[in-house]
């Protein structure tokens, strides 16, 4: 294949691959292209536009804008995230947590946090079921270290806290049809009942403040788009179990090391893994995907093209804060002022640099690693 073929493209809750259309994804999923208006108010409360927004990382919503009217009316808001424990932790997988807790911090938010063990036992053939629930608290510790309030952030194993979790989500699980699930997610009669079943634990999380507060709560789920088939299935229910509708922020994915699809934990080489030892993170930044060309002196004829480029992608997301140095590196690329090797360099002396000062906050993590985790109910605090 040549690197100008397309790949089809494939976004399911457990696989994302091809070249990603984000027009088509937001046409097919039914959600709103995002605005400018939502993100100048969220900037708002918060105080600064964060780089996410200013970058346009969030391509599309649902509700967002009725999340914020709740807010602006005074009304107590919250907000709910996870992860599948299915290995370590990426880089992709922090922006939506980073961007948890600019909105913990700018609306003052609860943040419930679910580790979907289950899910992926249930998922992953290799998998044992002690390897996922241990890798639930390994998680967690990344999750601390992006920074939020131990109190008001809520982290719970579906597994070890089935019992505070387990009667809402059979109130759920009672008003979605198997017929239902199957079209919204593609199981077939192979499929295992674990898997059936399991929607009605990642749909029930959308409630769980509202059901454990005891009046309703609106809930914002900011994460990648790839969740959300769930979020289809649990706002067709929300209103008739007496819950507002949950409302969404999607994400756009961050890229792999390699050309086309997200950054996966599925590819090890070509994802880079917070706990990877900094100088083998760099390395596998020096092998990524650019948009170069294929020799130097064509390289500063025609100059790079950052739209397909991985390591481009890599300072917008995340390792260019600064608008103006970004648009200097794209200057530079497009006409031939800079080449792939030098500008892979600069990014793996800033992955380094991340993820030494990463590991040390995920270390400090394990010591507070209980203050994060959901309590009981009837637990005083
Ligand atoms: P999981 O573990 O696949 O992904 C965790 C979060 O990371 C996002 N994500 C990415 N974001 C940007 N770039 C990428 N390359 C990338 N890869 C993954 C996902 O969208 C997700 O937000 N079933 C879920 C666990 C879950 C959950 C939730 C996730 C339970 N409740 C509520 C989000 C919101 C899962 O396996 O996520």
Not at 185 to 193: E, P, V, Y
Not at 263 to 273: E, G, L, N, R
Request: some cysteine; charged content about 30%; overall charge negative.
């Amino acid at each position: 294949m040549t690197s100008q073929e397309k790949q089809e493209m494939v976004v399911t809750p457990w696989e994302v691959s091809g070249d990603i259309d984000y027009d088509r994804l937001i046409e097919q999923f039914g959600v709103q292209p995002m605005t400018q208006s939502i993100a100048d108010r969220i900037a708002k409360h918060a105080g600064y536009m964060h780089l996410q927004l200013r970058r346009g990382v969030y391509l599309s919503h649902r509700d967002t804008d009725w999340w914020l009217d709740e807010y602006e009316k005074g009304n107590k808001v919250g907000l709910y995230t996870g992860r599948g424990p299915s290995g370590h932790v990426h880089l992709g997988h922090l922006l939506p947590w980073f961007f948890c807790k600019y909105l913990q911090d700018a609306f003052d938010a609860d943040l419930y946090f679910q580790m979907t063990d289950d899910e992926k036992f249930l998922q992953r053939d290799e998998l044992t079921l002690e390897e996922t629930v241990a890798l639930t608290y390994e998680n967690a510790l990344d999750v601390i270290a992006c920074g939020l309030n131990p109190e008001k952030t809520f982290i719970f194993s579906d597994t070890d806290h089935i019992g505070e979790i387990y009667r809402l989500g059979l109130k759920v699980a009672k008003r979605v049809t198997y017929s239902t699930v199957k079209a919204v997610f593609g199981f077939q009669d192979s499929t295992n009942i674990g898997m059936i079943w399991y929607p009605a634990l990642q749909a029930m999380t959308c409630f769980l403040q509202s059901s454990r507060e005891g009046r309703n709560i609106p809930c914002l789920i900011p994460a990648a788009i790839d969740q959300d088939n769930y979020w289809r299935m649990t706002r067709d229910i929300a209103e008739k179990m007496g819950y507002y509708k949950p409302a969404q922020i999607h994400a756009k994915f961050l890229p792999g090391l390699a050309q086309g699809g997200k950054m996966s934990a599925s590819q090890p080489d070509t994802a880079i893994f917070t706990t990877d030892p900094p100088k083998v993170a760099a390395k596998k930044v020096m092998k990524a995907f650019t948009g170069g060309r294929d020799t130097v002196e064509e390289q500063k004829r025609l100059g790079g093209r950052p739209e397909v480029c991985n390591v481009y992608a890599y300072y917008y997301f995340l390792f260019e804060e600064d608008d103006d140095k970004l648009v200097e590196r794209e200057r530079l690329c497009r006409c031939g002022g800079i080449m792939c090797g030098e500008c892979k360099k600069q990014l793996a002396e800033r992955v380094k640099v991340f993820l030494t000062e990463f590991q040390e906050k995920r270390e400090k993590a394990r010591e507070v690693l209980d203050e994060f985790l959901l309590k009981p109910l009837n637990e005083k605090e």
